[in-house]
């Protein structure tokens, strides 16, 4: 994964019983609690130049489906009811790029991204970092994304997925956010690390 964001301290802000409702059924996912990821960064996450020039990749794009979320990183913690694996989220999405910013993905094509935080392994709370949400099926995001050393493409990080408020793809080069992140490109503060290359160029 991508490694200038890692040092990363569990800052539980609330934890919630377990996965059930008053009346004795499951709770669905947008009702979880959500546990908070507060990261020591490389760059200025506020700074959107600092943001477009740290990412490999800047682009809108429509989320097509939530995939499934994927478990990294075990580890085995004590609790009060004796030693627990617990692991890393990572949602994946499909997504369908409608425009670059910087870099040039595939266009008008389905792919898959994974996007760091979702759903713990017990399905009791959600982890995320500060400032971050998961994406949501149907909206139109811009993403700032890394490539991974495997091809693969990660978000991860506060402001690194924004919702773009527009109705329809005719809109969205006249939207001030869109406007913001191409200004941002053109002043861009790039970051010293190693870059790889996405399998989904164009």
Known sequence: MKKPFILIMLAITFIIGACSNET??????NQL?????AGSFSINVENINEIVGDADYVFVANVNSEIETIYKNPVVIETKYGPKE???????YSITIIDNIKGKLKKNTE?????????TQDRKS???????????????????????PDGSLLISGPNSSIVLPVTNN?????????????????NEIKTDRERFKSSYED
Request: aromatic share 10%; proline share 4%.
């Open 111 to 119: 792919l898959e991204i994974l996007k760091r935080g979702g759903i």
């Open 170 to 186: 005719n809109e969205i080069a006249s939207s001030s956010e869109y406007k913001k992140y191409k200004k941002a490109f053109e």
């Open 24 to 29: 004795g059924g499951p709770i669905g996912k």
């Open 126 to 148: 959600i982890v995320l970092y500060e400032h971050d949400q998961l994406l949501e099926v149907g909206k139109l995001y811009i993403i700032a994304a890394y490539a991974q």
């Open 33 to 37: 609690p959500i546990m908070k990821l």
């Open 86 to 92: 617990v692991s890393d989220p990572y949602t994946k």
